[in-house]
């Protein structure tokens, strides 16, 4: 589950993350079911600020207008 | 032009040639003819000595009379620009090799609809003249047009009204930026300062996004092509959801390109949505107005694209502490629950039942033994009644009423006859309280009346 979980991108783990809190917000929920949803959400939590920790801007400078060259390394 | 030739000995009848155009020629004014006496003193031929401001008015005289500097158009750089208090401008007008002093009343500066200023390129309406005070010859200007700038300007309103009439600024056609962006093209010059600063807000606020730069001229006649090529390469990318097209701050001529109407229509062709971002705050663009948002400067621009980290972590802390108190109110909730079921199972339990069965039992119990108890009592005084009885049909009884009873002593046998008994048997008497032995006699007959 938890490898399954660090593949999410940020932005699909916060808005889970928020969607989890609803959830569990609406209520009519198992014991289980309510202890599943926590311990997902507090994973996703997790998730996401390891994600913002780790982040660092990457910049691709594109090949001037006019060649033929795809990438080129800024 | 002649030159003026007022070194000629001459000069006295020269003011009287035809055709010259001194005013002066009246000799009227003795200050400002002044040829007199007092180069009587050299004692060689006479000069003529002027007053400075008789020379003055002659020149002053010279070019107002000249049709060609009294409507002049003159050309150059603007410099030494001042305004007075009184509200005049005083500038120079000059160009590489040359400098003329320039003055506009402020009657005529009043209805300028533009700034001037150091540097400006200009052109002035005017006449020449000069000031005695100083001597020096001057423009006084009429009008003041920036050159260029005016031109420019009437193309930038002409394709802004035109692009508009065309809906292309419309408000429907804005489209909203995604929240979280995950590739990020950015068109600019890659030598410019606003690129840094657009890289160090998105590295400071949202470090999770793709850059993809698209390399451009961003000022210059190459600048319009190669913007809208690089805006085309990068919106054509498919890891790209947001564009973001800057350029630091400029004069009016070095933001030229992003009035482009090329430039205007491959941002309104775009796919993606178009930050804009040009110059600084004051500086209004086509390009700004076509953007899907304008942001005021490079560093907005990158503002306005990505979410702020801070925020973000702010929302997941949020997250995080609701999970938390949704579980313990969750916990809450059951524990309530468990206590609710707990009390209504106390509120049904058979135990009271329990008792009343016991209860009940004990009535019962205690009703048997009382009929038991009656049973015996009842079932002792018959007794005692069939004992009564019992004893009055004993012979024990009869013996009180002198009755005896007479048995043989060998044999217990009750001797009821005579001839049950003979001379020397011994029986046994019984009598009321007791027994007692006797001897029988020898006979004496029957007793009468019993046999």
Redesign the interface.
């Known amino acids: 589950m938890s490898s399954e979980l660090e593949t999410l991108s940020f932005e699909v783990a916060f808005g889970e993350l928020e969607a989890t809190v609803q959830r569990l917000e609406a209520g009519d929920l198992t014991l289980e079911e309510a202890i599943a949803l926590y311990e997902r959400g507090m994973r996703l939590a997790s998730h996401c600020n390891h994600v913002l920790d780790d982040a660092e801007l990457e910049v691709k400078q594109l090949a001037p207008a006019g060649s033929q060259a795809d990438l080129a390394s800024p | 032009m002649t030159p003026i030739q007022y070194s000629l000995p001459i000069f006295p009848s020269r003011a009287k040639e035809p055709g010259s155009r001194t005013p002066d020629s009246k000799d009227s004014d003795p200050e400002s003819s002044g040829p007199g006496d007092s180069g009587t003193g050299f004692g060689g031929p006479k000069f003529r000595v002027w007053t400075v401001t008789g020379l003055t008015r002659y020149i002053k005289d010279l070019l107002e009379l000249d049709p060609e500097l009294q409507d002049v158009w003159l050309e150059g750089e603007i410099s030494n620009f001042s305004r007075a208090t009184s509200g005049h401008l005083y500038f120079t007008l000059k160009d590489a090799e040359a400098a003329i002093q320039c003055v506009m009343w402020r009657t005529a500066a009043t209805v300028l609809a533009w700034q001037p200023e150091h540097g400006a390129a200009a052109q002035a309406r005017g006449h020449i003249s000069i000031y005695p005070p100083r001597g020096s010859y001057q423009l006084y200007v009429d009008e003041l047009h920036p050159i260029g700038l005016g031109d420019l300007h009437a193309r930038f309103e002409e394709l802004r009204e035109r692009l508009r009439a065309e809906g292309l600024f419309g408000v429907e056609r804005k489209r909203p930026l995604p929240?979280?962006p995950?590739g990020l093209g950015i068109v600019t010059s890659?030598q410019a300062a606003a690129l840094q600063d657009v890289?160090n807000v998105?590295?400071r606020r949202y470090?999770?996004?793709?850059?993809?730069?698209?390399?451009?001229a961003v000022q210059g006649d190459q600048a319009p092509?190669?913007i809208v090529?690089?805006l085309q390469?990068?919106d054509a990318r498919d890891d790209v959801d947001l564009l973001l097209l800057v350029r630091g701050g400029g004069s009016l001529e070095e933001l030229w390109a992003f009035n482009d109407e090329r430039v205007a229509r491959a941002i309104a062709a775009c796919r993606h949505p178009v930050v804009c971002g040009v110059g600084h705050e004051t500086d209004f663009t086509i390009a700004d107005f076509v953007a899907d948002v304008r942001a005021p400067t490079p560093s907005a621009a990158a503002e306005l694209a990505v979410p702020d980290?801070t925020d973000?972590?702010q929302?997941?802390?949020a997250?995080?502490r609701?999970?938390?108190g949704?579980?313990e109110r969750?916990?809450g909730q059951?524990r309530k629950a468990w206590e609710q079921q707990q009390r209504a199972l106390q509120r049904l339990s058979p135990q009271a039942r329990v008792d009343t069965r016991r209860q009940q039992a004990d009535d019962l119990i205690q009703r048997a033994s009382r009929a038991l108890a009656y049973g015996l009592a009842l079932r002792r005084s018959r007794l005692a009644g069939l004992e009564a009885r019992l004893a009055a049909l004993s012979p024990l009884a009869t013996l009180e009423r002198g009755y005896a009873i007479v048995r043989r002593s060998d044999n217990g046998a009750v001797v009821r006859r005579v001839d049950q008994a003979h001379a020397g048997d011994a029986l046994t008497i019984r009598v009321q309280d007791g027994e007692f032995s006797a001897s029988v006699q020898p006979p004496a007959g029957p007793a009468p009346g019993t046999g």
């Open positions: 929240v979280f995950r890659p890289l998105l590295r470090p999770l996004i793709g850059v993809y730069l698209a390399p451009t092509p190669q090529a690089a390469a990068v980290q973000l972590r929302q997941i802390e997250c995080a609701q999970l938390v949704l579980m969750h916990l059951l």
